[in-house]
């Protein structure tokens, strides 16, 4: 289906836009009330996230409500351990926890490659019903985690500030870290295209612990298995956001993806110097900025829409939004970008 705004697509693929498509990280979830509403009626996370009818209504909530330019599908990274035989739990005080860690051969033993038509069936469906009810609106965003960041959570076991087991596991067994990120990786990429088949627009890798790694690590038992995943991805634009991975902004220039993402901590002009003309920026908004006022949340966004420039940017946040965020602030970061683009085309 055609569809009618495809802003994001265009800016990914580096084409003239009107004006700057914006969308935010996490927008479908607890900042909005409606989507309180939904979570609150049921037993769970997982039980919103394993229902593709209330999946669909949850992620097509931010279209509607904070009128972004894109919809991303509403499920977790850690659906991708869960169909490999690593399952979480959903801890309203605590976030993820697994109650069985991989941290020896014998804990690999017991996990597999994931089909995704079989372990993953019920995300491809909530795709498949988000697109019927985005009816060509905006496009649908797809996503999975980094082999690193999920790899941290498979071994740690829980979120943590320091991910040491991991980290330390790249010391320690870098041939089963290997392993692991193998089987992450195969699963990923199947997993994946399947979202692209079944409707996914454009695809975002999220490795949101890419910077507690060295550089060496980071190209040692990162990148490789992003790549891999890059060149896998075929007829939808790819956008990796590595978080605090500064130091490796030049070789993400050679990645097979159309976009980059940024996190606050990154200078854009040192960013579009290392990562050269031939991608797409997104980000980089400190999340922090919508607790101020609409005054200085407008003023701010135009400085970031000045520093990026009108081409080859989507506009974002630096990391997902927080929680405790007013909608309103949100609506008022979103309105600032359309605006600022209707005023430069008009004086244009
Ligand atoms: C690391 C990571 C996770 N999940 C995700 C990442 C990568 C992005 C990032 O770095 O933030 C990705 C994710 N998780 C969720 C989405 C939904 C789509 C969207 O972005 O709007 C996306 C894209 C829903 C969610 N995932 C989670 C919630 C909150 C739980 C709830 O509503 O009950 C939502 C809406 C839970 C989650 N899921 C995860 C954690 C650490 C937590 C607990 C912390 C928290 O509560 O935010 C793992």
């Not at 969308?23 to 593709?52: C, D, H």
């Not at 040491?164 to 990120?181: D, F, I, K």
């Not at 902004?249 to 993402?261: H, K, P, R």
């Amino acid at each position: 289906m055609q569809l009618k705004n495809d802003l994001l697509l265009r800016a990914a693929r580096g084409e003239q836009v009107e004006r700057t498509p914006v969308w935010l990280m996490r927008q479908a979830g607890r900042i909005l009330p409606e989507y309180r509403a939904v979570r609150n009626s049921l037993s769970g996370f997982k039980e919103l996230v394993e229902t593709p009818e209330l999946a669909a209504e949850v992620t097509i909530q931010p279209v509607d409500i904070l009128d972004v330019d894109a919809a991303i599908i509403f499920s977790d990274i850690l659906v991708v351990p869960e169909a490999m035989g690593c399952t979480y739990e959903m801890l309203e005080s605590k976030g993820p926890v697994f109650p069985k860690t991989i941290r020896t051969e014998d804990d690999l033993k017991r996990l597999r490659v994931a089909d995704p038509y079989e372990h993953l069936h019920y995300v491809l469906d909530a795709i498949r019903v988000t697109k019927r009810g985005l009816n060509g609106r905006v496009p649908l965003i797809g996503f999975a985690g980094a082999p690193w960041t999920i790899l941290a959570y498979m071994v740690e076991g829980s979120g943590s500030k320091t991910f040491s087991h991991a980290r330390g596991m790249l010391y320690t067994n870098p041939r089963l870290a290997h392993q692991l990120l193998r089987m992450i990786t195969d699963t990923t990429i199947a997993y994946l295209q399947a979202q692209v088949e079944a409707g996914a627009n454009l695809i975002q890798v999220f490795d949101s612990w890419a910077g507690i790694l060295s550089p060496a690590h980071y190209r040692e038992f990162a990148l490789p298995y992003i790549a891999e995943i890059c060149n896998a991805i075929r007829n939808v634009p790819v956008t990796v956001f590595a978080k605090g991975a500064f130091f490796a902004l030049e070789d993400f220039s050679e990645l097979n993806c159309e976009t980059i993402g940024l996190d606050w901590n990154m200078e854009v002009k040192t960013a579009r110097q290392q990562v050269g003309p031939d991608k797409t920026l997104q980000g980089n908004m400190d999340p922090c900025l919508l607790y101020s006022s609409f005054d200085t949340i407008q003023r701010e966004t135009i400085k970031m829409l000045r520093e990026f420039g009108p081409h080859r940017h989507i506009a974002n946040l630096g990391h997902g939004v927080y929680p405790d965020t007013d909608p309103e602030k949100v609506k008022c970061f979103v309105q600032t970008v359309k605006e600022y683009g209707e005023a430069v085309k008009s004086e244009g």
